[in-house]
């Protein structure tokens, strides 16, 4: 049951305005949720670090990063195989 609530709480970044992502995460927080995360692949990575700035600094000032998962996924694209890096920012009320 966990894993479920977990999922609910997951903001997947793309190709939007960062504003966007920022608007969904402080929903999250206000429909009372501990912790939120943003996920990210390739160029849409800077647009969720930025997004978690944003909310750090401007919006919820009690929201901290609790952890921070990078990594790489292999896409299957036609005849090859490319390498794409990923993010996870979690963040979360509290200390």
Not at 6 to 17: D, L
Not at 47 to 54: F, G, K, N, P, Q
Not at 55 to 62: D, E, K, S
Not at 73 to 81: G, T
Request: proline content about 1%; cysteine-free; hydrophobic content about 45%.
């Amino acid at each position: 049951m966990a894993e479920e609530k977990t999922a609910e709480n997951v903001v997947f970044v793309g190709v939007k305005p960062v504003m966007n992502y920022v608007l969904a995460v402080i929903t999250q927080f206000n429909e009372g949720a501990n912790e939120v995360t943003l996920k990210a692949r390739g160029r849409a990575i800077s647009r969720a670090v930025d997004a978690a700035e944003i909310i750090r600094n401007r919006f919820l000032q009690g929201v901290a990063v609790r952890n921070i998962k990078i990594g790489t996924e292999e896409i299957q694209a036609e005849s090859r195989v490319s390498n794409v890096s990923t993010i996870e920012i979690v963040l979360g009320k509290g200390a």
